[in-house]
């Protein structure tokens, strides 16, 4: 792999930066659309879900496949084992903080919200710490202590240690063979409608009878469809024929995408009586296999774009690699938050919702500010030494050697 082919996929740095940002703006948006999430605005509606259906569908597939992607170049960099220690140490450590210092703020303002809870913050911690399990609403109770939006963290942890057994009982010889053979086969219509077909097939299957917790347990669709994206981006990480032809289909992919959230809002939007009509019954797995198109065809369509123009290096983008995991750590708890406190303030729901936004940002990048310049805070975040600056895309050469793109 020569220096060029390894500098393309920077690429995927900056999707993941465009992934995170997203999420801020698609949490802000949970406090105003009629989805359960733990606070609520007043004006709630269903006024702005279309757009949020424009994400909703691949935007935590995407982060699993780069995720996945990362997980590949790191195993060319070190051993089996390492790869585990260090991931472990990077997740687990800023999941079990999070649990215990981020995300209670959340908990403690939806039990005020949803229950009236009218006991402080000190008080509130010592239920949750204890693990209490008597806030209950309708017949469902508030699982404490909790991981709340670091789902995200356990999930990763968890895939990473099967994909490390893997690589650690097949080898490295093997596991080139299934990339090479896997970025072999997937051309033209098939690098489309084959992912398409197995996120199907995981849907039709399991969606029903396990719909998702994110409490790791028993969320076997989740799983299904997460770590089949996580095993994509590891098997075509250094397949960078693969990333070409994905380049080459991003305006195909651009027209299905839109295709399917037009179709997803339709349904979305129909009456009940109206979705129970047998022809609507009868065509309920194409439908499905539509709602499929919209988690694989927009992740085509943001890795063929990136790859056509971001594939470059600049310390802006060594800036931000390090700052989203912080920011995501921070992002949900400083919404939740202020969205409960700006409440009497009374703002328009278009101003409260930039602010909201700009805040976030704001106060995430502040935080950040500071943790990157303690080095006993750094881990905390999942930040490395501080001399971490390489992307987690780009082995130097010699690594990247052990395991040669196809």
């Known amino acids: 792999m020569n220096p060029t082919e390894t500098n393309r996929l920077y690429f995927l740095d900056w999707i993941r930066i465009f992934a995170f940002c997203v999420l801020i703006f698609y949490h802000t948006g949970m406090y105003y659309v009629t989805w359960g999430w733990h606070v609520k605005s007043p004006y709630a509606s269903d006024a702005i879900e279309p757009l949020m259906m ?24 070190v051993r089996v084992g390492a790869l585990l220690r260090q991931r472990s140490w990077r997740l687990l450590v800023p999941l ?89 086969r997937l051309t033209g219509w098939k690098i489309i409608a084959l992912p398409v077909l197995v996120l199907f097939v995981a849907r039709y299957a399991l969606a029903e009878a396990f719909p998702e917790t994110h409490a790791l347990v028993n969320d076997w669709y989740n799983h299904a469809h997460y770590f089949f994206l996580f095993v994509m981006g590891v098997m075509l990480a250094l397949q960078n024929g693969f990333w070409a032809r994905v380049d080459e289909l991003r305006w195909t992919s651009l027209g299905l995408w839109l295709f399917s959230w037009a179709v997803v809002v339709c349904l979305h939007s129909m009456p009940e009586s109206v979705g129970d009509l047998p022809i609507i019954v009868h065509m309920k797995p194409l439908l499905r296999m539509i709602f499929c198109l919209g988690q694989w065809a927009p992740i085509l369509v943001i890795c063929g774009f990136g790859h056509r123009h971001l594939a470059f290096d600049s310390a802006k983008r060594r800036y931000l690699t390090e700052a989203v995991f912080p920011v995501y750590i921070l992002h949900q708890t400083l919404i939740v938050s202020m969205a409960h406190w700006l ?7 278009a101003t409260e919702g930039a602010v909201l936004v700009v805040l976030t940002f704001a106060i995430s990048f502040g935080v950040f500010e500071v943790v990157r310049r303690v080095a006993v805070l750094r881990p905390l975040f999942g930040l490395g030494r501080a001399t971490s600056q390489t992307s987690a895309y780009a082995p130097q050469a010699p690594a990247a050697a052990a395991y040669p793109a196809r």
């Not at 893997?166 to 063979?177: I, K, P």
Request: hydrophobic share 50%; net charge positive; glycine share 12%.
């Open 54 to 77: 424009l994400s909703s569908p691949w935007r935590l597939g995407l982060l699993f496949m780069i995720s996945g992607v990362a997980t590949a170049f790191m195993l060319q960099k």
């Open 96 to 184: 079990v903080f999070g649990m215990l210092v981020i995300v209670p703020p959340q908990s403690y303002f939806e039990v005020i919200e949803k229950l009236n809870y009218t006991g402080g913050y000190g008080e509130f911690m010592r239920l949750y710490v204890s693990g209490y399990h008597g806030f209950c609403k309708d017949g469902g109770c508030l699982d404490l202590p909790t991981w709340n939006h670091l789902w995200f963290v356990v999930y990763l942890w968890a895939y990473t240690m099967v994909i490390g057994g893997v690589a650690a009982l097949a080898g490295a010889e093997r596991l080139r063979s299934w990339s090479a053979t896997l970025g072999r």
């Open 343 to 349: 409440k009497p303030v009374k703002l328009a729901p």
